[in-house]
């Protein structure tokens, strides 16, 4: 099982700031790596996929990077609404796997 | 619109069962992998069960395999999991998701609401 850790736990950040987000596979997963958001109360929403392709709708302000085993979002000119939990996810291996979150806190 | 709504969750008994479901709309359901993902209280998200569009093949997280049955019914563009022998390690939201369309439909692009399953005596 591919196991993902996401980095810091917690980020506490202002209005306008830029969030740099870390996720490090325990093997390389190549591009195959999605991010979400969750809002408090909401479901996931799908970010980033292929480790740096937009999902339909979201703002160019958050940008993927990153390829193997290292990998990072960036929230750039943050905003209230992008509040919450950040997640994650690949799709190189069975069982497909999440990280534990970061938070994010503004 | 793409919807998805979750359905049957609530709280059981230790080993005991439900059956939830998911119902599509707003897209041709028998086009896409469908998937069940939980969130366990706190935040963790957990993949547990993925099925083809056919129905023809079925995945599991491992502890998950012979105590959880995932299908789906194109008739009804509604998704299922049936979960036997619940276990207090059981409670969490189940979220409904569909695959997307790239990534070999092992990302997920729209999320129900989910419904959440407590198993307490």
């Known amino acids: 099982e591919i196991v993902l850790t996401q980095s810091p736990a917690t980020l506490s950040l202002s209005p306008g700031e830029t969030a740099t987000l870390s996720c490090r596979a325990s093997?390389?997963?190549?591009?195959?790596l999605a991010w979400y958001q969750q809002r408090p109360g909401q479901s996931p929403r799908l970010l980033i996929y292929?480790?740096?392709k937009r999902a339909t709708g979201i703002p160019a302000r958050f940008s993927g990077s990153g390829s193997g085993a290292d990998f990072t979002l960036t929230v750039s000119s943050l905003e209230p609404e992008d509040l919450g939990l950040y997640f994650c996810?690949?799709?190189?291996?069975?069982?497909?796997?999440f990280g534990g979150g970061t938070k994010v806190e503004i | 619109e793409v919807q998805l709504v979750e359905s049957g969750g609530g709280l059981i008994q230790p080993g005991g069962s439900l059956r939830l479901s998911c119902v599509s709309s707003?897209?041709?359901?028998?086009?896409?992998?469908m998937h069940w993902v939980r969130q366990v209280p706190g935040r963790r998200l957990e993949w547990v069960s993925t099925?083809?569009?056919?129905?023809?093949?079925?995945?599991?997280e491992d502890s998950l395999k012979g105590r959880f049955t995932i299908s789906r019914d194109s008739s009804r563009s509604t998704l299922y999991l049936q979960m036997d022998t619940l276990t207090a390690e059981d409670t969490a939201v189940y979220f409904c998701?569909?695959?997307?369309?790239f990534g070999g439909g092992e990302y997920f692009d729209y999320w129900g609401q989910g419904t959440l399953v407590t198993v307490s005596s």
């Open positions: 998701a569909r695959g997307s369309s």
């Open positions: 996810q690949q799709r190189r291996n069975w069982p497909l796997t």
């Open positions: 292929d480790a740096s």
């Open positions: 093997q390389g997963v190549g591009s195959h």
């Open positions: 707003g897209f041709n359901f028998d086009t896409y992998a």
């Open positions: 099925i083809n569009p056919t129905g023809g093949a079925t995945y599991y």
